[in-house]
């Protein structure tokens, strides 16, 4: 925080990652907690600067493949980021984003990469791309349905201490079908949402955001009434 009052977001490689406008969560955050009379800063952390270790959230975006190797190579090489994400703050990061938090990905060749380690989770590539819609049922308290598009063709595999972040109801998630409905999507560790959801997906699933905001700043916040926004999902659930 910048201001005991002041919630910080970490925009890490909005120049890298960002596909679909992810880096729009950031936005969503920072002007959710303006509504609400409280003062929010965002640090867009491009890959010639040294990232800020501080934030209260960090936000990391999806990419295509060359993109999200050299951003997992940023990121190891950056040590005491890699600290703030584990032990300070609260991440949300989307499908590249998520992928590199993680221990290993294989390109489309099969080859390996490393990732951060910050996530006991594995990418290999799927046969086929993942695109189009997705609606999950989110298992963290009181967020409830997520929507947003998934294009992929990474399928995750969560280690035994990582849970997903929803179950899918319908499109692919984190797997492969036929297993849809049963599927996972996304990572959830203690300080790391992960997520293939894009939108950005935050301004797709406001709950989402807010329960973001309610980890960073510690304590629950009062509701906002947005009728717009609540028409717009009902296109999607
Ligand atoms: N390159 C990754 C994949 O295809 C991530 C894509 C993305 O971030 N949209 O799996």
């Known amino acids: 925080m910048t201001t005991d009052s ?17 880096s729009g969560n950031a936005t969503v955050l920072a002007q959710r907690l303006r509504w609400r009379g409280m003062s929010a800063e965002v640090l867009r952390c491009t890959a010639g600067q040294a990232p800020p270790t501080g934030c209260d959230i960090y936000l990391l975006g999806g990419g295509e ?5 050299f951003a997992a190579s940023w990121l190891r090489s950056h040590r005491a980021l890699c600290h703030a994400l584990e032990s300070s703050g609260v991440t ?66 969560l ?18 079908r036929p297993f849809a409905r ?24 406001p709950a989402l955001a807010d329960h973001i905001l309610a980890r960073a700043t510690g304590a629950a916040l009062p509701p906002l009434e947005l009728p717009d926004q609540a ?5 999607y659930l």
């Open 65 to 69: 493949d060359t993109a999200q190797l």
């Open 92 to 157: 949300l990061a989307v499908c590249a984003g998520l992928q590199i938090l993680g221990r290993t990905m294989a390109d489309s060749d099969g080859r390996e990469h490393s990732g951060a380690g910050l996530l006991d989770i594995t990418t290999r590539p799927r046969r086929r791309r993942a695109t189009g819609n997705i609606v999950t049922d989110c298992h963290l308290p009181g967020v409830g349905q997520l929507c947003g598009f998934e294009n992929h063709r990474g399928a995750t595999t």
């Open 159 to 176: 280690g035994p201490g990582v849970r997903p972040l929803g179950q899918v109801v319908s499109g692919v998630g984190n797997g492969e």
């Open 182 to 205: 049963a599927a996972g999507e996304g990572a959830l560790s203690e300080r790391i949402i992960g997520t293939y959801l894009h939108g950005p997906v935050l301004a797709r699933n």
């Open 231 to 235: 028409a717009l999902r009902n296109n």
């Open 6 to 22: 002041t919630i910080t977001i970490g925009l890490l490689l909005p120049d890298v990652l960002g596909t679909y406008s992810d």
